[in-house]
C-alpha cells in the first residue's frame, strides 16, 4: 500500500533583462533607434547568462531527468515561461533544450503547466482580459512547441487568490498551485488536496514551502542542522510527514546553479527516486495528483490577501511593496488602454516591461529575503533598478503616444475610450454585428466627425466620415467597413 505521493514540479524561467546603461547614458528618447528590443534589453547578457546555466544546469539536469524517467517509475512537472522558451530559441544550447522537454512530453510520465506567458503581474489587473490573453499565449506555445497542452495552472512565482482560482476555472483547467502558508491553512496540512472556495470542479495544490527549501535554500548551507542532506534521510522525512500527498515546487536552476555540482546536488537527485519509492511512496504530476484524492476542505483567500510563494512574507510585497515598485507597476498598468491600439512590436515590447523580475529588483527590506533578490539581480542597488525600469516606461510612453497619434481626449464609444483613430477601427472590427446599428446614432449626431476633427486633428478623415453621415442607409456591416476604411486614410 502507498504511503502517500509526491508531486516534484520545477519552475523554468529567465528574464530579458534591462540596460544597465539606459538612463545614465543618456539614451531616452534617441531619435535613431531600429528595433526597441535591442535599445531597451541587454541581450548580450541575457545570452551569457541563459548559456553558462544551460551548461551548469538546464543539459545536466536534464539528462539526470531522462535517465529517471527509464530507470523508475518516476514523474515530475515542469512550469516554463514564454520568455524562457524565447531564449532557448535564440541562444546556444536552447534548441537541445527544448528537444530535452518534447521528450519529456512524449514519456507521458512529464506534466508541463501554464502561466502567463510573460511571467507577469497581470493576473493582480482589475481587467481579466490580459492575463487571459497571455495564460493563452502560452498554452498555444506549449502545444506547438512542446507538444504538450496544459490542463493544470501556476500563476506567476504561486500568485494565489479566489479571484485567479475562479478564472482558472473557467479557462478549464482541473488545478491550480498555492503556497502552503499557515495564514490560509488555519492549523491544517498542505499535504492534502483542498478545494478553492467558490469554485466547483477546481483543485488546489499547496506547495509545502519548509521541506521544498530544504532543498532549494538550505542544501548547500553548512551552519544548517540538517547538512549534509542526503537522499534517504529526505525521503524519511517525506514518509514520516503527515498527509497525503507532498507537493515541492523549486526553481530548476536549484541543480548546478544555485547549489553547484560540487555540492553533491546532482547525486541528491540521481538517489533520490529510488529512496523516495523503498519508503513505499510514490511520484506522481499534480493532474494525477487531484484526480486521485478528495479534497478535505476549501481555501480561502480573499483579493487583498494574495500569496505567493515569495520571501517570508510571501505575499506580493516583493513585486510591489515599496513605492518605487508600485510606481512601475501602476505606470505599465496605466499604458495599456494605450498599447492595445499600438503597433504588435509596441504590444510585444511593454508586455516585456511586465515581466516580473523587474519589480523584483527594487526590493529594499534587506534581511534574508533582501540576499535573495540581491542574488538574483544584475543591478548594484534597489534604486539603480528603479532608475533604468522608470527612465525606460518613460521614453516607452513617448513613443507610443507617437506610434499611435494619440488625441487630446478620449472617444467614448459604447462605454470604451479609445485614444486613437487606430484604436476605434480595433473596436469596430471587433464588435458583432447585431451591436452595429448604433453607428447610424453617432454619424447623425456627428459624434464621430467632431472628436476626428478636434481631438485626433484629422480634418481630411473628419470631412470623409460627414460625407458617410449624409448616407447611412444599407447593411449595418457595410456601413461599418465604409467608416472603418475612411479612417484608415493617412
Same mark, same amino acid.
Given at each position: 500500500?502507498?504511503?502517500?505521493?509526491? @508531486?516534484?514540479?520545477?519552475?523554468?524561467?529567465q528574464?530579458?533583462r534591462?540596460?544597465?546603461?539606459?538612463?545614465?547614458?543618456?539614451?531616452?528618447?534617441?531619435r535613431?533607434?531600429?528595433?526597441?528590443?535591442?535599445?531597451? &534589453?541587454?541581450? #548580450?547578457k541575457?545570452?551569457? $547568462?541563459?548559456?553558462?546555466?544551460?551548461?551548469?544546469?538546464?543539459?545536466p539536469?536534464?539528462?539526470?531527468?531522462?535517465?529517471?524517467?527509464?530507470?523508475?517509475?518516476?514523474?515530475?512537472?515542469?512550469?516554463?515561461?514564454g520568455v524562457?522558451?524565447?531564449?532557448c530559441?535564440?541562444?546556444?544550447?536552447?534548441?537541445?533544450?527544448?528537444?530535452?522537454f518534447?521528450?519529456?512530453? *512524449?514519456?507521458?510520465r512529464?506534466e508541463?503547466?501554464?502561466q502567463t506567458?510573460?511571467?507577469?503581474? +497581470?493576473?493582480?489587473?482589475?481587467d481579466e482580459?490580459?492575463? $487571459?490573453?497571455?495564460?493563452?499565449?502560452?498554452?498555444?506555445?506549449?502545444r506547438?512547441?512542446?507538444?504538450?497542452?496544459?490542463?493544470?495552472?501556476?500563476?506567476?512565482?504561486?500568485?494565489?487568490?479566489?479571484?485567479?482560482?475562479?478564472l482558472?476555472?473557467?479557462?478549464?483547467?482541473?488545478?491550480? &498551485?498555492?503556497?502552503? +502558508?499557515?495564514?490560509?491553512?488555519?492549523?491544517r496540512s498542505?499535504?492534502?488536496?483542498?478545494?478553492?472556495i467558490?469554485?466547483?470542479?477546481?483543485r +488546489?495544490?499547496?506547495?509545502n514551502?519548509?521541506? @521544498?527549501?530544504d $532543498?532549494?535554500?538550505?542544501?548547500?548551507l553548512?551552519s544548517?542542522?540538517?547538512?549534509?542532506?542526503?537522499?534517504?534521510?529526505?525521503?524519511?522525512?517525506?514518509?514520516?510527514? #503527515?498527509?497525503?500527498?507532498?507537493n515541492l &515546487?523549486?526553481?530548476?536552476? @536549484?541543480?548546478?546553479?544555485?547549489?553547484?555540482?560540487?555540492?553533491?546536488i546532482?547525486?541528491?537527485?540521481?538517489?533520490?527516486?529510488?529512496?523516495?519509492l523503498?519508503h513505499?511512496?510514490?511520484?506522481? @504530476?499534480?493532474?494525477? +495528483?487531484?484526480?486521485?484524492?478528495?479534497?478535505?476542505?476549501?481555501?480561502?483567500?480573499?483579493n /487583498?490577501?494574495?500569496?505567493?510563494w515569495?520571501?517570508?512574507?510571501?505575499?506580493?510585497?516583493?513585486?510591489?511593496g515599496?513605492?518605487?515598485?508600485?510606481a512601475c507597476?501602476?505606470?505599465?498598468?496605466?499604458?495599456?488602454?494605450?498599447?492595445k491600439?499600438?503597433? #504588435?512590436?509596441?504590444?510585444?515590447?511593454?508586455?516585456?516591461?511586465?515581466?516580473?523580475?523587474? /519589480?523584483?529588483?527594487?526590493?529594499?527590506?534587506?534581511g534574508?529575503?533582501?540576499?535573495?533578490?540581491?542574488?538574483?539581480s544584475?543591478?548594484?542597488k534597489?534604486?539603480?533598478? &528603479?532608475?533604468?525600469?522608470f527612465?525606460?516606461?518613460?521614453d516607452?510612453?513617448a513613443?507610443? %503616444?507617437?506610434?499611435?497619434?494619440e *488625441?487630446?481626449?478620449p472617444?467614448?464609444?459604447?462605454g470604451?475610450?479609445?485614444?486613437?483613430?487606430?484604436?476605434?477601427?480595433?473596436?469596430?472590427?471587433?464588435?458583432?454585428?447585431?451591436?452595429?446599428t448604433?453607428?447610424?446614432?453617432? /454619424?447623425?449626431?456627428?459624434?464621430?466627425?467632431?472628436?476626428? %476633427?478636434?481631438?485626433?486633428?484629422?480634418?481630411?478623415?473628419?470631412?470623409e466620415?460627414?460625407?458617410?453621415?449624409?448616407?447611412?442607409?444599407?447593411?449595418?456591416?457595410?456601413?461599418?467597413?465604409?467608416?472603418?476604411?475612411?479612417?484608415?486614410?493617412s
Open positions: 500500500m502507498v504511503n502517500k505521493s509526491l @508531486t516534484l514540479v520545477f519552475e523554468v524561467h528574464p530579458f534591462l540596460r544597465k546603461d539606459f538612463f545614465w547614458c543618456k539614451k531616452q528618447f534617441n535613431k533607434v531600429n528595433d526597441l528590443f535591442d535599445y531597451y &534589453f541587454a541581450t #548580450d541575457d545570452r551569457a $547568462i541563459f548559456e553558462k546555466v544551460a551548461r551548469k544546469c538546464y543539459r539536469t536534464n539528462e539526470i531527468i531522462l535517465n529517471l524517467i527509464d530507470e523508475f517509475d518516476f514523474r515530475v512537472a515542469y512550469s516554463i515561461s524562457f522558451v524565447e531564449q530559441e535564440r541562444y546556444g544550447d536552447g534548441e537541445a533544450i527544448l528537444e530535452d518534447r521528450q519529456f512530453a *512524449a514519456t507521458g512529464v508541463f503547466l501554464d506567458y510573460y511571467h507577469s503581474l +497581470v493576473g493582480l489587473y482589475e482580459a490580459e492575463f $487571459i490573453e497571455q495564460v493563452q499565449l502560452h498554452k498555444e506555445q506549449m506547438d512547441l512542446i507538444g504538450y497542452e496544459p490542463v493544470f495552472f501556476e500563476n506567476t512565482e504561486l500568485l494565489y487568490n479566489n479571484r485567479m482560482a475562479k482558472a476555472e473557467q479557462m478549464g483547467y482541473n488545478g491550480i &498551485f498555492a503556497e502552503g +502558508v499557515e495564514r490560509i491553512l488555519n492549523g498542505p499535504n492534502y488536496v483542498y478545494k478553492p467558490g469554485c466547483k470542479n477546481l +488546489v495544490l499547496l506547495r514551502y519548509q521541506l @521544498t527549501d $532543498i532549494g535554500f538550505r542544501f548547500s553548512k544548517w542542522k540538517g547538512y549534509p542532506l542526503t537522499a534517504s534521510r529526505y525521503a524519511s522525512w517525506l514518509a514520516a510527514a #503527515d498527509g497525503q500527498c507532498i &515546487f523549486l526553481d530548476y536552476e @536549484t541543480f548546478g546553479e544555485h547549489h553547484w555540482e560540487d555540492t553533491g546532482f547525486e541528491f537527485l540521481r538517489e533520490l527516486p529510488d529512496a523516495v523503498r513505499n511512496m510514490e511520484f506522481l @504530476t499534480p493532474s494525477q +495528483v487531484v484526480q486521485k484524492y478528495i479534497p478535505i476542505g476549501t481555501i480561502d483567500v480573499r /487583498l490577501e494574495t500569496t505567493s515569495a520571501d517570508v512574507q510571501k505575499d506580493t510585497s516583493c513585486f510591489i515599496n513605492t518605487m515598485q508600485w507597476y501602476e505606470y505599465l498598468r496605466w499604458l495599456e488602454r494605450y498599447v491600439e499600438a503597433s #504588435d512590436e509596441y504590444l510585444t515590447i511593454w508586455r516585456y516591461l511586465g515581466i516580473s523580475d523587474h /519589480l523584483y529588483y527594487m526590493f529594499t527590506k534587506g534574508a529575503s533582501g540576499e535573495v533578490h540581491s542574488y538574483f544584475h543591478f548594484d534597489p534604486y539603480d533598478a &528603479f532608475v533604468t525600469l527612465s525606460i516606461i518613460h516607452f510612453d513613443r507610443l %503616444r507617437s506610434n499611435i497619434k *488625441a487630446e481626449y472617444f467614448i464609444f459604447e470604451t475610450e479609445v485614444w486613437s483613430l487606430k484604436g476605434l477601427c480595433n473596436h469596430l472590427k471587433r464588435m458583432p454585428a447585431d451591436r452595429l448604433c453607428l447610424r446614432d453617432y /454619424l447623425k449626431r456627428g459624434d464621430f466627425e467632431r472628436w476626428i %476633427r478636434e481631438s485626433a486633428g484629422e480634418p481630411v478623415i473628419a470631412d466620415v460627414k460625407a458617410i453621415s449624409k448616407d447611412t442607409g444599407g447593411d449595418a456591416v457595410e456601413l461599418r467597413d465604409r467608416l472603418i476604411e475612411a479612417m484608415s486614410v
